[in-house]
């Protein structure tokens, strides 16, 4: 008993060029000022500096060998690396927009 498959119906092109238009032409929405909160979430009495969390950040093939090359060609591994980086760019980033949050 083998279910036959429907046909493919092949895309109306003119639909998804006029839908392709109106996307174009939609206005880009400003974005929204972020207003200072009382307290940021890092510097609530409950979070720990000794808490380590993994987030799994997926690479492009030839990313992930050029990070493998910095790592055998540095004193730093792989995991060493990106948590560094990525932690000064971090706080780079909540710095600049801390900068432009409005006071309250």
Same mark, same amino acid.
């Given at each position: #008993?083998?279910?036959?498959?429907? %046909?493919?119906?092949?895309?109306?092109?003119?639909?998804?060029?006029?839908?392709?238009?109106?996307?174009?032409?939609?206005?880009?929405?400003?974005?929204?000022?972020? +207003?200072?909160?009382? +307290?940021? %979430?890092?510097?609530?009495?409950?979070?720990?500096?000794?808490?380590?969390? /993994? #987030? /799994?950040?997926?690479?492009?093939?030839?990313?992930?060998?050029?990070?493998?090359?910095?790592?055998?060609?540095?004193?730093?591994?792989?995991?060493?690396?990106? +948590?560094?980086?990525?932690?000064?760019?971090?706080?780079?980033?909540?710095?600049? #927009?801390?900068?432009?949050?409005?006071?309250?």
């Amino acid at each position: #008993m083998s279910k036959e498959k429907a %046909p493919l119906k092949k895309p109306n092109l003119k639909k998804l060029d006029q839908f392709a238009k109106e996307v174009e032409q939609r206005e880009v929405v400003p974005e929204t000022k972020i +207003q200072k909160p009382k +307290q940021y %979430p890092w510097e609530s009495k409950k979070v720990r500096a000794d808490v380590i969390k /993994g #987030m /799994g950040v997926p690479l492009t093939e030839r990313h992930l060998l050029k990070l493998r090359f910095i790592a055998r060609h540095s004193r730093l591994s792989q995991r060493r690396f990106c +948590q560094v980086k990525l932690e000064e760019a971090i706080d780079r980033e909540i710095r600049a #927009m801390i900068k432009e949050i409005k006071p309250d």
